[in-house]
């Protein structure tokens, strides 16, 4: 609503959302949770959240800077004109009654849910402090199920008692991401056989591009998961693997679990959806000043 509802146009919309995916994948190397590349990876290799913020965390954030900076340099004068527009549609509806009444069965079921999400309306600020518990909560007691299931139906609790303050749940993608995650650990051992002797042949650098490209092609968690199948890796090709894999993670809709989330979202604002070329071309640009930082500082 901030920014799509204002009709931007087709490579400005594109160099957004593929702008978007990049900060996302390369955001979740901050901490060794928030992202399923280092999730695979983080108990196998003992990686916690000092030697993340202090070997990948700081570099993600500099490069997500640079990239928003040129980005915005780039279009800063497409922003002037949305801005401008947005300012002559409300002179021009400035006198206009916004009255809208709307009677049972007027609008569809779906119609409804996308008009709720979309609302305005304040927060009670309560309601956000217990999102916020919850969400730490869950962070810590991820690996203890006794503690983690009843947070999760304390907090689906909440949510009913405080509908009126609350978007629809959506359940389908974490549960598909979590039996795909799932998945991937009971049967990944499978492909040890031939994922290990090409991981272990390669150096730095070209293990770094090849986890970048192929992270385009499959979920960066899977790449990230197979390097851990790799017995005696190096410390310096365990960086290039999950380097490589959070960079790439924005070139495609299926490089990283959050994607097709955001595509879900932000995909009616795109005619006929979003487009994987034009995608994996926006992305290119913060692809490459994500992977510059993660192989240069």
């Not at 997500?64 to 004068?77: C, E, G, K, T, V």
């Not at 002797?197 to 770094?208: F, Q, T």
């Amino acid at each position: 609503n901030q920014f799509y509802k204002y009709k931007p146009s087709s490579g400005f919309a594109y160099a957004t959302i593929g702008l978007l995916f990049v900060n996302i994948s390369v955001g979740g190397t901050l901490t060794h949770f928030a992202a399923p590349p280092v999730l695979m990876v983080a108990a196998p290799w003992n990686w916690d959240m000092s030697f993340m913020a202090s070997n990948f965390g700081w570099k993600a954030a500099l490069g997500i800077l640079i990239s928003n900076l040129i980005y915005f340099i780039i279009f800063r004068s497409q922003f002037a004109k949305m801005g401008k527009q947005d300012e002559e549609e409300a002179s021009t509806n400035f006198h206009t009654p916004e009255v809208q009444t709307l009677k049972p069965g007027q609008i569809s079921h779906e119609e409804f849910e996308a008009r709720w999400s979309e609302r305005e309306v304040p927060i009670p600020w309560w309601v956000t402090l217990v999102h916020i518990f919850f969400l730490a909560w869950t962070v810590y007691t991820a690996h203890y199920p006794a503690l983690f299931i009843p947070g999760l139906l304390f907090f689906l609790g909440f949510l009913s008692l405080t509908a009126t303050h609350q978007n629809k749940m959506e359940l389908k993608g974490p549960i598909m991401v979590g039996f795909f995650l799932g998945g991937l650990i009971i049967h990944g051992g499978l492909q040890a056989w031939w994922i290990a002797p090409v991981l272990g042949s390669l150096a730095e650098l070209p293990l770094m591009l090849t986890a970048t490209v192929l992270t385009a092609v499959n979920d960066n968690a899977a790449i990230t998961y197979l390097a851990t199948l790799v017995p005696n890796m190096a410390e310096a090709s365990k960086y290039a693997v999950v380097a490589g894999a959070v960079t790439g993670g924005g070139l495609t809709v299926i490089a990283n679990a959050p994607n097709p989330a955001g595509q879900s979202i932000l995909g009616r604002f795109f005619e006929n959806g979003v487009n994987p070329l034009k995608l994996l071309i926006a992305a290119l640009v913060p692809t490459i000043i994500m992977g510059l930082c993660f192989m240069i500082l």
